[in-house]
């Protein structure tokens, strides 16, 4: 028992590794993905040519190979990051990119009509995608935000290889020391917490958002 | 004389051309619209009645020809064909002294029917939200829908949604009402809700320009009537004269149709 809540204390310490890199990373690519979306869907070539290879390049690759690449390649150029900083690069540049196509598919759905309507109004670009375009866009991809972060819980076990203490690394140290496979079934358990959490809170936001429609 | 009825014009279109691509939907249209006046324009669906109107406040940018709100210049072509549009401060001013009610409402839909209203008086013209809120519930009385101000647009019935996107539209105070086809998107029973709504402004001398399918409107609202197909203007003029006796054989057959 004593053992069990060692293993535990140890995994809560890597979980915080993990809960960084997932936090963080949501925090900078959400609207890093909203700022990539409307570049791709700006009528200036040249940027909405370069957003739809930035994201054909993040998601066409492996985030392995990403973090590899980060990690690894960077510095061979003479680019040092210290280590979370790398991981967090490489993350939120590939999440940036799929969040940019759900946002890009969000505002797509929004009926040109309210562009019209909030024109002759007088509303600036700006004051039409804040206070019109986004809050409905939000409603509509909320379900494939809530697939993505999920995703990126469990993605971030990747930085493993990085040799960074994140859970899963933790887990994996403990069953190599005692032989004991315990602690992958408190990782799962840990992963499985953290989905919960978020799928109860995006069900709240759905809820929230969802109130206008009938 | 002259000065004051040039002051009494609106809005004054001449020579209006429109193209989408190699497809010529405006081929030459003059209009003149004066204060208080009701225009009604009909026509068959593809006459380019609706492009017509959206030519007005710059939905769509004109290929040839000039737009005057109230005698200041938006838009004009020179001697080259080159079309120009004013600075964009004065679109701004000079398009905010329009106001339009689209067939399809577009309300915003995340947006009680209060909101929707405070929306551009406050955001746009950022006065204070005490000073328009009881603007706001007036023009919503107006519209018969005082009960109706905390609800989202998805809980109300076409012809409901409607009569706000009209409360919406003279929340900012224009001089010219822009109507798209504003009753052809209701089931039959409703439009009568929305018509009676226009004609309640028509009767304030509300400058209006409605594109429209309902013959009895345009009859007994209207000032105007403009009947165009192809691209022009075929006939006008006042509602009597233009039901009781048209001229043309287009009208003829098109109002024979209607009828």
């Not at chain 1, 909203?34 to 492996?62: C, K, V």
């Not at chain 1, 309507?117 to 670009?125: I, N, S």
């Not at chain 2, 067939?103 to 939200?129: C, G, Y």
């Not at chain 2, 309640?200 to 399918?213: I, K, P, Q, R, Y």
């Amino acid at each position: 028992m004593e053992k069990l809540m060692d293993t535990v204390v140890l995994m809560l310490e890597g979980s915080e590794v993990t809960l960084e890199i997932f936090c963080v990373t949501l925090v900078l690519a959400l609207p890093l993905g909203i700022l990539a979306a409307l570049g791709r869907l700006s009528p200036l070539r040249p940027l909405s040519r370069f957003m739809e290879f930035y994201i054909w390049l993040m998601r066409g690759t492996p985030l392995m190979l990403q973090l590899l690449f980060v990690y690894f390649a960077l510095p061979m150029v003479g680019i040092l990051l210290p280590d979370i900083a790398a991981a967090l690069l490489a993350f939120t540049l590939n999440y940036a990119a799929y969040f940019a196509e759900i946002f890009r598919a969000g505002i797509q759905s929004v009926p040109r009509g309210q562009y019209e309507a909030a024109k002759t109004l007088g509303m600036t670009y700006g004051q039409t995608m804040r206070r019109i375009i986004l809050p409905q866009v939000i409603r509509i991809v909320l379900p494939p935000i809530s697939n993505e972060t999920i995703n990126l819980v469990k993605d971030t076990s990747l930085i493993y290889i990085l040799a960074m203490n994140d859970l899963l690394r933790v887990a994996r140290t403990i069953v190599q020391r005692e032989f004991d496979m315990t602690p992958f079934v408190v990782a799962a358990v840990f992963y499985l917490a953290m989905t919960a959490v978020l799928t109860w809170g995006f069900k709240k936001l759905e809820a929230h958002y969802g109130k206008y429609a009938k | 004389m002259a000065n004051t009825q040039n002051e009494d014009v609106m809005l004054r279109m001449r020579g209006i051309k429109k193209s989408f691509g190699s497809v010529e939907v405006l081929r030459g249209i003059d209009l003149t619209v004066r204060r208080g006046e009701v225009l009604a324009i009909i026509g068959p669906s593809g006459s380019g009645k609706s492009t017509l109107l959206r030519c007005m406040n710059r939905l769509e940018e004109i290929s040839g020809g000039s737009v005057e709100i109230e005698g200041e210049v938006l838009a004009t072509t020179t001697p080259a064909g080159a079309v120009e549009y004013t600075d964009a401060a004065t679109c701004r001013r000079l398009l905010g002294c329009t106001g339009m009610v689209f067939q399809q409402f577009n309300l915003f839909p995340h947006m009680t029917v209060l909101e929707n209203l405070l929306e551009a008086p406050v955001h746009v013209k950022k006065r204070p939200r005490e000073e328009v809120l009881p603007e706001a519930r007036e023009l919503l009385a107006k519209v018969g829908l005082s009960a109706r101000a905390d609800y989202y647009p998805a809980q109300l019935s076409g012809g409901q949604q409607q009569r706000v996107a009209i409360a919406r539209a003279l929340c900012m105070k224009p001089d010219i009402l822009l109507f798209d086809e504003p009753t052809s998107a209701l089931d039959p029973e409703l439009t009568g809700e929305v018509l009676k709504t226009m004609r309640e402004l028509a009767a304030e001398h509300m400058t209006m320009v409605v594109v429209t399918h309902e013959m009895a409107f345009a009859r007994e609202a209207a000032s105007q009537v403009v009947f165009m197909a192809d691209g022009v203007i075929v006939e006008q003029g006042g509602p009597e004269a233009f039901f009781a006796a048209p001229k043309e054989a287009r009208t003829q057959a098109f109002l024979h149709n209607m009828l």
